[in-house]
């Protein structure tokens, strides 16, 4: 099960940075090329510049963005931007945030190091897919730095909620050491524990606890190739090495504060694809529900159509459909749960027969559409979107085929596919809101061992 620790851990110094709002960023893979740009000109030392540093024509292998992120990283410490805190500790992670319809909602959790293990070897559990790509780009990063800039998110189910209680018994009475907003006005907080009495009861609950990556895969397979590599290089190697340990944010999946967002699927370049032919080949699979688009009254039908997915999902596997070129809305709804089963028998686990994603990918995108599994992966005729109003706009683009709007896959879900052993689809999941990055900065370089 999981093995966690407290660190020394780097932060910004604001009497050197001054306004904290302006050094931090969002997960790297969630930065538009113009939102790069916008954070560069925020301040000279933002993360951005650490963990997606600007590409330019004349890079080469040493002189490129994980080189500048390295000197930067070296040049912001002995400046003292960034300072590394005395004691070991581990760090309670208050996010405060709105959802669309205004209901306010927080989220908690804390920041610890928790010890690598393989998948499937231990307690902590993948539940999506990853690609090779972003796994070489952060190990360039991982090698030239030394150092985890951003947490793993990972959840864990603990319906007493002790550990939440023994976190905020610490920091009831005193203020955050950071107080920032995103872009997106989700508030972070952030408390330093270093009572080493109560990181010691953490542990030993957490120690219990099979940990499921809600996000952050990538990077976690990256600090496990990274530790491989170290190690084979490491004299007296001992386990204990701070590579073998990984930044990690944990959070409780019982808490009424987690949210899973959809992520919408648009299909565009499916040769011979007709709209009505389409229809009828989903038929035999989907009861067809039409909702005529008026422009007049749009933004009503959107609302009507995630309502009527919502309902019908409870039961079955649901999801909108907007096709380019048909003023309607549909909504299709599997049959009855013995669809799965008939169309792919034991080819599919029985874990994945209920998720709308899977429904999805196997049915509709390889059955009917003929897009093949290494095709989705390598997103060859799909564009992931946020969204439905966003997912709508990118349908109606050039080329855009349709878009497939998704209700959110349950938490019990995810528990239930990486219990199993399984992975979903890309993008099946959407944690919000996203872990800021820049709060803490976790070294992992060098001879120091993470602390036992």
């Known amino acids: 099960m999981a093995k966690i620790t407290p660190f020394r851990g780097i932060l910004y110094n604001p009497k050197k940075a001054g ?3 302006k050094v931090m960023a969002p997960p790297y893979d969630v930065i538009s090329p113009e939102f790069q740009d916008r954070l ?21 292998p040493g002189n490129d963005r994980y080189s500048r992120a390295a000197l930067d990283f070296k040049r912001w410490q002995d400046e003292k931007t960034l300072v590394r805190d005395g004691k070991p500790a581990i760090y309670y992670y208050v996010q405060v945030y709105r959802l669309k319809d205004g209901q306010r909602k927080t989220r908690k959790g804390f920041i610890a190091l928790a010890k690598l293990e393989e998948f499937g070897k231990g307690g902590i559990h993948p539940h999506e897919k990853t690609l090779a790509g972003p796994k070489a780009d952060r190990l360039k990063l991982m090698e030239a730095c030394h150092t985890n800039f951003s947490c793993i998110f990972s959840i864990y189910s603990e319906p007493q909620k002790i550990v939440n209680r023994l976190l905020e ?15 997106d006005g989700v508030e972070s907080k952030l408390w330093r524990i270093d009572m080493p009495e109560i990181i010691k009861k953490i542990a030993e609950i957490m120690s219990q606890k099979p940990l499921f990556i809600a996000d952050g895969h990538h990077r976690y397979e990256t600090a496990l190739n990274y530790r491989n590599m170290m190690r084979e290089k490491t004299d007296d190697y001992t386990g204990k090495e701070a590579f073998n340990y990984v930044m990690m944010y944990f959070s409780n999946m019982d808490d009424e504060g987690m949210t899973i967002m959809p992520t919408h699927r648009v299909v565009h370049n499916v040769s011979k694809f007709n709209p009505k032919s389409f229809l009828v080949n989903c038929s035999p699979f989907f009861d067809i529900e039409e909702i005529k688009w008026d422009s007049r009254i749009e933004p009503k039908v959107r609302k009507e159509v995630y309502k009527k997915m919502e309902e019908k999902g409870v039961g079955l596997p649901s999801f909108g459909l907007y096709i380019n070129g048909i003023d309607s809305y549909f909504v299709l709804t599997l049959k009855g749960k013995d669809i799965m089963d008939k169309a792919f028998g034991s080819s599919i686990s029985e874990v994945f027969k209920s998720l709308d994603v899977t429904v999805l990918h196997a049915l509709i995108l390889n059955n009917i559409l003929g897009i093949s599994s290494t095709a989705q992966e390598n997103q060859e005729n799909i564009v992931y979107v ?3 109003d966003e997912a709508i706009e990118e349908a109606l683009k050039g080329g855009r085929q349709m878009a497939f709007l998704m209700n959110p896959t349950k938490i019990e879900q995810v528990k239930a596919v990486a219990t199993a052993g399984h992975v979903m689809p890309q993008k099946s999941t959407y944690f919000y809101p996203k872990l800021l990055s820049g709060l803490v900065i976790n070294p992992i370089g060098g001879d120091e061992a993470a602390e036992d």
């Open 19 to 21: 306004d904290l709002n």
């Open 40 to 60: 560069y000109e925020r301040h000279p030392q933002n993360i951005i510049r650490l963990i997606l540093g600007k590409v330019f024509p004349d890079d080469t």
């Open 169 to 183: 018994d610490c920091c009831v009475n005193g203020s955050p050491i950071i107080d920032v907003a995103d872009d």
């Open 386 to 388: 946020k969204g439905m």
